[in-house]
């Protein structure tokens, strides 16, 4: 049987960003860039005002000097007149600086005199040139590079792209992923279990995590245990990039997910990963002049199923996008109680992380397996703890991945 790392050393040779594609910047949140950005212009296009007040000579100031008023200048505006000795202008935040004024001296600091309020009393004791101005292009030359390929998309990358001009971009798409759960026992959520059935929380899950990460969901509902339709819902899922299932990938007489893929051309690429919970793990790829489409047989109970989408899809949704393959981000924590559980294989158990005493801490949940999923759901991290026949004890570091 394979390691996890292995396992995600197989994904991440099939797992490889989709082509590109020039999509609208207002459509683009969340993608990563595919080429690089340039600005058309330079930022601030011009000198600026960076506060309300008066325009000045910096070299004229001193306490009470009186400025002759040209004019006002507001933001949107041009200067009409340059600023020279003894003259002032008008300006608010964001306007250009009139040629011959090097300084802004705020509207706090000044008092406008005079019947006819042309005139201005400085209450600064000087002025440092270039106070209160941005300059030209301070924070973006006109050809900057001012975003790399590979950059992921958020908020404040849309504000720059709008500052920069940048309406049309190169893009990596999010694959677009199907959800089939499998299972004669599964029933909707909105019916009453008869004997024997259970609810299908998995499908609701599943689709969540793949909105979650910014990829279209296709759920295809439930698929009973029956050669034909599997096989049916199979060929509909492998129509998306990415095909995830649910149950059917163990060793039970009904567990025919493994057969159907390869009766529909998905080559097995691995079945089994020595971990905890999560074990029956399927993973194959169909490959075909369409491109590659990624398959994953996840095991039914809803804690494996979690916890391989976290282990194993959740990478490979993000490299097809065109992030790295390992930006799941993993930290340690020091065990906050003693931990007995013993196994021969890596266990990943619903903890909770939490700050005490200036520390990053983690304490394992009273879990009662693959199948309590309502315990998984006051957990806010998997706990990994390595394979080991002794006890784990309060302090120890361990890895844990948020979810
Ligand atoms: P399987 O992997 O098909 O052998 O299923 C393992 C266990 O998970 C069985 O107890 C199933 O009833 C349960 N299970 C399978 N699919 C789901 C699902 N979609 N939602 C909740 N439990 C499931
Ligand atoms: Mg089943």
């Known amino acids: 049987m394979i390691s996890v790392e292995e396992a995600l050393q197989r994904i991440s040779q099939y797992a490889k960003p ?5 999509i609208r910047a207002a459509d683009s949140l969340g993608q990563v860039l595919a080429a690089d950005i340039q600005s058309d212009i330079d930022s601030p296009p011009h000198d600026k005002a960076l506060m309300d007040g008066y325009a000045v000579v910096a070299s004229d100031v001193v306490a009470g000097v009186e400025l002759l008023v040209l004019e006002e200048v507001t933001a949107g505006d041009t200067p009409t007149k340059p600023v020279t000795s003894a003259t002032a202008t008008r300006i608010m935040t964001g306007a250009p600086i009139p040629d011959g004024a090097d300084a802004v001296v705020m509207i706090e600091r000044t008092e406008l005199v005079g019947g006819d309020k042309a005139t201005v009393r400085i209450n600064a004791d000087n002025a440092d040139s270039g106070q209160n101005i941005m300059p030209r292009g301070e ?22 792209l709008a500052e920069c001009g940048a309406t049309e971009i190169s893009a990596y798409p999010r694959p677009s992923v199907a959800i089939l759960s499998t299972g004669n026992e599964l029933v909707s959520p909105d019916t009453r279990p008869q004997a024997g059935q259970i609810r299908n929380s998995n499908g609701p ?4 995590l793949v909105q979650r990460t910014g990829s279209k969901a296709v759920n295809l509902g439930v698929g009973r245990d029956e050669r034909d339709e599997l096989n049916r819902l199979v060929r509909r899922g492998l129509e998306e990039d990415v095909l995830v299932l649910s149950g059917g990938v163990s060793a039970g007489v009904l567990d025919l997910v493994p057969e159907v893929l390869a009766a529909n051309s998905v080559e097995q690429v691995f079945h089994k990963v020595h971990l905890k919970p999560g074990k029956p793990v399927w ?9 590659d489409r990624l398959v994953f047989g996840l095991p039914g109970n809803p804690v494996s199923s979690l ?53 990053l801490q983690v304490e394992p949940l009273a879990w009662k397996g693959s199948a309590d999923l309502r315990t998984l759901a006051d957990a806010n991290c998997l706990a990994l703890f390595p394979p080991s026949d002794s006890e784990f004890v309060v302090g120890d570091e361990i890895e844990v991945y948020a979810i």
């Open 18 to 22: 989709r082509a590109a594609r020039t």
């Open 307 to 359: 916890v391989c989408f976290e282990l194993f899809v959740r990478p490979a949704l993000a490299s097809l996008a065109g992030q790295n393959f390992d930006s799941i981000e993993r930290r340690t924590a020091r065990l906050a109680t003693n931990h007995s559980r013993h196994s021969d294989r890596p266990t990943y158990f619903p903890a909770r992380l939490f700050q005490r005493d200036g520390q």
């Open 139 to 160: 924070s973006v030359r006109c050809g900057d590079v001012v975003l790399r390929a590979g950059r992921m998309i958020r908020p404040i990358e849309m504000g720059v």
């Open 205 to 208: 899950m599943l689709e969540a």
């Open 283 to 291: 993973f194959g790829v169909k490959r075909d002049s369409r491109g």
